[in-house]
């Protein structure tokens, strides 16, 4: 395996190997598993045959010594060396034959509860996984920006295959053995003891002595399992971020040096790895041997018990079975424990993300605005606010600002004085941490999130490109639109022209991201989607800054007239760094530092040689 050079090492240990989520304090592993419950009651009446199948199956199991016992002494002891007439023979044969059915019927028994076992116990672990899986990622999707901040997209993912794929085989597999060899055990230890007391309660004390150490010596097999699901959660983030940035990684020659940093990734994950396994491998050895011993110690007591008489050979024989099937009960709870701790450090991390609480939540009882008002008017006042992973530095400062119901405001400034900002507590992305900000005269902590957000159409500088076609990207806007919307939309976004020059029209598929389409192509993409929503606000971020520039004065005009067709109901902020794009604003804001320095019209800020006079002398002087 190759050793990573120091520059990748480095670059690997700038960024974060795992998320922040808070860690979970280490639990015993039935305590960790217990989080499952809340998705195991929904299945009662599965889970209650699958018990019943594997009690069923566990009493087959132990019903075959018996049947064996009785076959040795009454079917084959009692006939060996007899005579007799052909008569008594006959009858003899007759008996023996009845006890291989009821051995045959014990078998047809254990093989059909243990198939009903199998499928019930199959179908609960893929439910109980999927609706798990189902809740993780719903709940991730309500998270605020800022549990983005410091949680990396492949560690959510790795917990959402590789750990719930854990619990998967735990619920669907290794819990039902676990309890099935449970049951076998307890119930072969009870026969032995009350055909062979004295014995067996010596061997059930050493037991005990086995179990005891072997619970100790569980805690850290959990604590490695824990470690190597953590390790192969940071090769996934890697994975993650650098597939997703591929033509970065090319134009800049790095696909070594990735490929380097992934390979230190992994060989940590299988460093821990090994060390879980070798733990763990102890573990079962331990088990095996130990409880090994202290049967076949039992067994050399059977064995001279038959010799001194005291014993019969079919006792013997049914002892035997029963202690093979002691050992392997304990052999498969010692595989099971494990299975069992590596699940509860995945339940675990499951856990965590699933109760991560998100800072951005609708409010309990909601304040609804008059559904008559139209448009949408927007205050601001005395807004001050700081990026969680910036405490220091503030994005908005006590801002001031009031937008009326049908307004174009555009907002300029030089990068980081704060118009992006404005945007993302409009959709509450994030909440001040003074001042309030209103929408129709309702704070906006008082809106539905549903309601607030529905009410808000973005085309974003960098456009959001999803795997389907282009029909289902633009009608991503509003769902329920009919074919001929979209295709409306996308004619007022100039959209319509090269989306029917596709090879499949509307029906073609963008790629992932959109990597079938150019820039300006996805840009009008993400306008007709944004025209299509018909949303009272509309919040523009460079929605024209990909266009070349008959595209974007195409695109402009179609916004234009979109804006004016809606006049008086539409309100509309735009973030430019063309000034161009904004002449015919209503209003232009002029932000430094978070706060407002400047806001009038082009030509009254022209005339008031200020800042903004400044930045449009940069871009319009040749």
């Known amino acids: 395996m190759s050793q990573p050079i120091a520059a990748a090492a480095d670059i690997a240990a700038a960024r974060p190997a ?127 920006p800022e549990f983005f901040e410091t949680t990396q997209t492949g560690e959510v993912l790795s917990r959402l295959t590789t750990d719930t794929t854990l619990v998967q085989t735990v619920v669907g597999s290794s819990l039902s053995m676990g309890l099935r060899n449970a049951v076998m055990g307890v119930g072969a230890l009870a026969v032995l003891i009350w055909t062979n007391p004295w014995v067996m309660l010596q061997v059930a004390a050493v037991l005990i002595g086995v179990v005891l150490p072997s619970l100790w010596f569980g805690r850290r097999v959990r604590k490695l399992s824990r470690a190597s ?26 696909e070594d040096r990735e490929a380097r940093r992934f390979d230190h990734a992994t060989e940590q994950a299988f460093k821990t790895a090994v060390r879980r396994t070798r733990a763990r491998a102890v573990l ?166 549903d309601e607030l957000r529905q009410r808000i159409a973005v085309v974003p500088q960098d456009p959001v490109i999803f795997s389907s076609t282009a029909m289902e990207n633009i009608r991503y806007g509003r769902p329920s639109a009919s074919d001929g919307d979209v295709r409306a939309a996308a004619e007022a976004a100039f959209s319509h022209e090269f989306i029917e020059a596709l090879p499949e029209g509307y029906l073609t598929f963008l790629g992932e991201r959109g990597v079938r389409l150019s820039g300006g192509q996805r840009q009008r993409i993400a306008i007709a989607r944004a025209i299509l929503k018909q949303a009272p606000l509309l919040l523009l971020d460079e929605a024209t800054s990909a266009l070349d520039a008959e595209s974007e004065r195409m695109v402009q005009a179609a916004l234009d007239a979109a804006m004016q067709e809606h006049s008086g109901q539409r309100t509309t902020l735009v973030i430019a760094h063309r000034l161009a794009t904004v002449q015919k604003a209503d209003r232009i804001v002029v932000l430094e530092h978070g706060r407002i320095v400047e806001q009038g019209s082009h030509d009254a800020l022209v005339r008031a040689n200020g800042t903004y006079a400044r930045l449009a002398a940069l871009q319009f002087t040749v």
């Open 18 to 144: 795992t998320s922040q989520l808070p860690d979970t304090p280490a639990r015993p592993p039935v305590k960790s598993l217990s989080g499952l419950l809340p998705f195991l009651r929904p299945y009662r009446l599965p889970i209650a045959l699958a018990v019943l199948f594997l009690v069923l199956a566990a009493m087959a199991t132990l019903a075959f010594p018996l049947a064996l016992r009785s076959l040795i002494d009454s079917g084959l002891a009692g006939n060996v060396n007899t005579g007799g007439t052909a008569e008594d023979r006959g009858q003899q044969l007759l008996a023996l034959r009845e006890h291989f059915l009821a051995l045959f019927a014990v078998a047809v028994a254990l093989g059909l509860f243990s198939a009903a076992r199998y499928y019930t116990v199959s179908w609960l672990g893929e439910r109980v996984t999927s609706d798990l899986r189902n809740a993780v990622y719903a709940h991730v999707l309500q998270q605020s």
């Open 229 to 254: 699901q953590d390790r192969v959660a940071d090769s996934s983030a890697i994975a993650a971020e650098v597939l997703n940035a591929i033509p970065v990684v090319q134009s800049y020659t790095a």
């Open 284 to 449: 079962v050895a331990f088990i095996i041997i130990a409880t090994s011993a202290a049967l076949l110690w039992g067994l050399y007591q059977g064995t001279q018990a038959v010799m001194q008489g005291r014993m019969t050979a079919g006792h013997l024989g049914q002892t035997v079975l029963y202690v093979i099937i002691l050992a392997g009960a304990f052999a498969v709870l010692g595989e099971v424990y494990g299975d069992l701790l590596r699940a509860a450090g995945a339940t675990e991390r499951l856990m965590e993300l699933l109760h991560s609480p998100s800072t951005i939540v609708s409010p309990v009882k909601p304040v609804l605005p008059d559904a008559t008002q139209a448009g949408s008017a927007i205050d601001f006042e005395n807004i001050t606010f700081h990026y969680p992973s910036r405490p220091a530095t503030a994005a908005l400062s006590h801002l001031d600002l009031s937008v009326s119901p049908g307004e174009t405001v555009a907002l300029v400034g030089a990068s980081g004085a704060g118009k992006s900002t404005v945007f993302q507590l409009l959709l509450r992305y994030y909440d001040p941490q003074s001042g309030t900000l209103r929408i129709n005269g309702v704070a906006v902590k008082d809106w539905p999130l």
